[in-house]
């Protein structure tokens, strides 16, 4: 302290290059912000001008036309898609939402250790590696690509996610609930399925429907499982057209036409993706399992 | 485990009396209920799903070690030094796709790192409680974007800005590096490395918001009391004790990265070269997996493929779980959300 004398408290005197840095800085992050959200809009901007300008009937009626032929579009690989995703969440869903049950209610051991971080890996897996495998076991067994092959890789996707956000879910609802029902002598599996799991139902659907969202815009594990077709397909061992594999193809094409017809398929994949996962919460919200959580 | 009495409650005291001609009839459900079967059933049907995670590891790495022993006894660790992949005279090198990966994502990772840890400081530190919410729901938007979608993009919109402004713009500026030189095509392992950066930079945001939030509030408000400025609380105070968990947090877009195949298969341009610049079309692990592996003839070269698939599997396992435990060193086993 210089004055002990009543001097008038000083102001504290911050340097300019002090100033300076945290001026620079805040830039710097707000400059951040705005680079980041740059492609993201750009993303948008040109999937709606691109994708709207692009979409027609023809191209959500018919098949596709032959190379280099103006025309055609994707509605076998809408299908496909949808064939396919039907496919791995029948495969995917149960089996993810069991393993979570299992974590949250009996996992509190080894075993349900081991559970748990195997799922954190397999989340990181890449999903290409995970195609090899289905390859492996279904289309070499089958021996020709099929729905089915591609519906087994989206399925082994789903389950780790399904598992972990389950389990969290299942975890918030409180004891007391569980121990009411196993005090009016309600049996375990009972309590476990029309006690916690019917509270969480909601969080468990948005923990369905994040994994459903993640598969729904895969390609690389298709390449060589389900493989596209050119036509219509509802057999599920044979190769089947899927909307994602269909934009890959058509946007590494030469053809303008086909450019044009893979702005419009990114552009229905993105909507598909997005009223599915609306429709599942609109239903959860108000339909038949409407006033359970 | 609940008690065992639970199961069959002993009702005392008088009974309810049933009128003439009226039977007690209880549902299959009370009766199985009444079991303890039903809860054994009950029980192994969920351990068994709990089971199915473990089994498909193992079959991954079943399938993936089985297939690709012709490749490995035919080439040994000569495989991944070997730089000619000639699938016409069976001769297998994995070496340009190593080093197309390793590049790519190292790449993303110089772009990724200072913006997307800027976008978690600026979320946490800086903006108004307004925005906090849809900025992160925005940045976390681009995280559910269907990676081919990312690479149609790429191709229509990113390659021709590329090749028409910034390649002839750092050739002139930074050409004598080495880095950037060569005709500027657009498409090449910059390009591959700019997509990967906007692919991963949601996922290193938002961890650095989530290790940000758990700084306790504390610390920044003893670095303010001395005086610090607000950029200094954030260096001094929040960014040095969180910084194991956004080290973390790129490890696991580093992660992804590796993996990702689809945008970068689009624009990376497929030829098994190793090229100082990064102007020059590169290959990576994953996108000749996409390419070839459907239509691999012979037993070597799926083989060779499937190597290569076992190799990027090993890798991201390692970074996968060297990520997960930093990120929960620092936010001590709260669940960290992250889609990798």
Redesign the interface.
């Known amino acids: 302290m210089p004055d002990s004398k009543a001097a008038p408290p000083q102001k504290?005197e911050?340097s300019l290059w002090?100033?300076l840095?945290?001026h620079?800085?805040?830039a710097?992050?707000?400059?951040?912000?705005i680079?980041?959200?740059a492609?993201?809009v750009?993303?948008f901007a040109?999937?709606v001008i691109?994708g709207v300008g692009s979409l027609n009937l023809a191209f959500l009626t018919q098949t596709p036309k032959p190379p280099g032929e103006i025309g055609g579009g994707m509605a076998n690989a809408i299908a496909g898609s949808v064939l396919i995703l039907t496919i791995g969440s029948l495969l995917g869903v149960?089996?993810?939402?069991?393993?979570g049950?299992?974590?949250a209610?009996?996992?509190q051991n080894r075993?349900?250790n081991?559970?748990r971080f195997?799922?954190?890996?397999?989340?990181?897996?890449?999903?290409?590696?995970?195609?090899?495998?289905a390859?492996?076991?279904v289309v070499l067994r089958q021996k020709h690509?099929s729905a089915l092959a591609g519906g087994t890789a989206l399925a082994?996707m789903m389950?780790?996610?399904i598992?972990r956000t389950t389990e969290?879910m299942l975890l918030l609802v409180p004891n007391t609930l569980r121990e009411a029902a196993?005090?009016l002598?309600?049996?375990?599996?009972?309590t476990?399925l029309s006690i916690v799991l019917r509270t969480a139902t909601s969080g468990v659907i948005t923990g369905v429907m994040?994994a459903f969202?993640?598969v729904?815009?895969?390609?690389?594990p298709l390449?060589?499982t389900a493989?596209g077709n050119q036509f219509w397909n509802w057999r599920l061992d044979q190769p089947t057209a899927a909307l994602?594999l269909q934009?890959?193809t058509y946007?590494?094409s030469p053809y303008d036409d086909w450019?044009r017809q893979?702005?419009a398929g990114?552009l229905v994949?993105?909507i598909l993706?997005v009223s599915a996962v609306a429709a599942v919460r609109y239903v959860v919200r108000r339909g038949t399992l409407g006033g359970v959580a | 485990m609940?008690?065992r009495a639970?199961?069959?409650?002993q009702m005392t005291g008088p009974q309810p009396v049933l009128k003439d001609g009226v039977k007690r009839r209880e549902s299959l459900?009370v009766r199985a209920?009444?079991g303890v079967l039903?809860?054994r059933?009950?029980?192994w049907?969920?351990?068994?799903?709990?089971l199915?995670?473990?089994v498909?590891?193992a079959?991954?790495v079943w399938?993936?070690v089985g297939?690709s022993q012709l490749s490995w006894h035919a080439f040994g660790w000569k495989f991944f030094w070997g730089q000619d992949w000639d699938p016409v005279n069976d001769h297998y090198g994995a070496l340009p796709f190593v080093y197309g990966t390793i590049v790519s994502s190292v790449l993303a990772l110089v772009i990724a790192i200072?913006?997307?840890?800027?976008?978690g400081?600026?979320t946490t530190e800086?903006c108004p409680k307004w925005l906090r919410g849809p900025?992160s729901f925005?940045?976390e938007?681009?995280a559910?974007?269907?990676?081919?979608?990312?690479?149609?993009?790429a191709?229509?919109?990113l390659v021709p800005i590329l090749r028409s402004y910034v390649q002839p713009f750092l050739a002139k500026t930074l050409g004598w590096t080495g880095l950037f030189e060569g005709p500027p095509y657009g498409i090449g392992m910059l390009a591959a490395g700019i997509i990967l950066a906007?692919m991963i930079?949601p996922i290193i945001?938002s961890i650095t918001r989530e290790v940000l939030a758990v700084v306790p509030q504390h610390q920044r408000e003893a670095a303010l009391a001395l005086?610090a400025?607000?950029?200094?609380m954030?260096?001094l105070a929040v960014l040095r004790n969180a910084r194991a968990g956004i080290v973390g947090g790129i490890i696991?877009g580093l992660?992804?990265a590796?993996?990702?195949?689809?945008a970068v298969t689009?624009v990376i341009g497929n030829r098994p070269e190793i090229a100082k610049s990064l102007f020059a079309p590169g290959y990576t692990m994953?996108s000749v997996?996409?390419n070839e592996?459907?239509e691999a003839a012979g037993d070597l070269y799926l083989s060779a493929?499937?190597e290569i698939?076992l190799a990027?599997?090993l890798v991201?396992?390692i970074?996968?779980?060297l990520a997960?435990f930093l990120v929960w060193s620092v936010t001590r086993g709260q669940?960290v959300r992250a889609?990798?």
């Open positions: 504290l911050i002090r100033k840095t945290n620079l800085a805040t710097f992050a707000v400059s951040t912000v680079i980041v959200l492609p993201l750009a993303i040109y999937l691109k149960p089996l993810g939402i069991g393993a049950i299992y974590l209610e009996f996992g075993f349900g081991a559970v195997v799922s954190d890996v397999l989340n990181g897996v890449p999903s290409i590696v995970i195609g090899i495998v390859y492996a076991i690509f082994i389950i780790p996610t598992t969290e196993y005090g002598g309600v049996p375990r599996w009972r476990t994040l969202a993640r729904a815009g895969e390609t690389a390449l060589f493989f994602p934009i890959f946007a590494i450019h893979a702005w990114a994949l993105i993706i | 609940a008690n639970l199961y069959r409650p459900l209920s009444d039903a809860d059933l009950f029980s049907i969920i351990f068994g799903c709990a199915i995670v473990l498909i590891l079959l991954i399938q993936l297939r200072p913006l997307s840890v800027g976008v400081v600026f800086m900025l925005t940045t938007l681009l559910a974007i269907p990676s081919v979608i990312y690479g149609l993009w191709i229509f919109v906007i930079i945001s005086g400025t607000r950029w200094e954030i260096w696991l992660g992804r590796l993996g990702e195949t689809m689009m994953a997996l996409a592996f459907s493929l499937i698939g990027l599997f991201t396992i970074v996968n779980a997960r669940p889609r990798a």
